[in-house]
């Protein structure tokens, strides 16, 4: 009997440890319709653009034990709380931590992203963070909401900075 406690005591400690790299993305599902799926993803995000991508680096320093991607970007279009010192955002290099691995150099994004810690723009695959190609439906809706509306997006507390072409 005490040989058998020791040998689960054992795996259990191994299992507990082994357990976050087992760990896997889970996200809440999204609303049903696009309005509802919009309004949520922007009362959620500190920071919604339109950017395109500019250089990604793989950085050295981990967060929680995952490597980080720094990309940066050039801001098209502001629709929710981009700051003039905003020139990059961080996601995770593992999709097993909710990173969003799609970006691509040259290609345009509608970006979803909250302000870390630091203050750092970051972005991952539980937010709306798409190509622009695959959500024109999902921008022109952001700027109806923006033309309709004198306080910016509905449902936010921030005000909209409206178009920023060319500025990064």
Do not use: W
Not at 92 to 106: D, P, T
Not at 113 to 119: I, V
């Amino acid at each position: 009997m005490k040989n058998f406690l020791v040998r689960f005591t054992v795996a259990l400690v191994l299992m507990l440890l082994g357990a976050p790299a087992a760990l896997a993305c889970s996200c809440l599902a999204f609303p049903h319709t696009l309005e509802e799926g919009v309004l949520r993803g922007v009362e959620e995000a500190d920071a919604v653009f339109l950017a395109r991508v500019t250089s990604m680096e793989d950085m050295e320093e981990s967060r929680l034990g995952f490597p980080v991607r720094r990309v940066s970007f050039e801001l098209l279009e502001n629709f929710k709380g981009v700051e003039a010192s905003d020139t990059y955002l961080v996601t995770n290099l593992s999709s097993a931590a909710c990173g969003y691995s799609g970006f691509e150099v040259g290609a345009e994004f509608l970006v979803y992203a909250s302000r870390n810690l630091e203050g750092e723009l970051g972005t991952g695959l539980c937010q709306r963070t798409a190509r622009s190609a695959g959500a024109t439906d999902e921008i022109q809706l952001l700027r109806e909401y923006i033309e309709h509306s004198e306080v910016g997006l509905p449902n936010t507390n921030s005000q909209n900075d409206g178009p920023a072409c060319g500025q990064k």
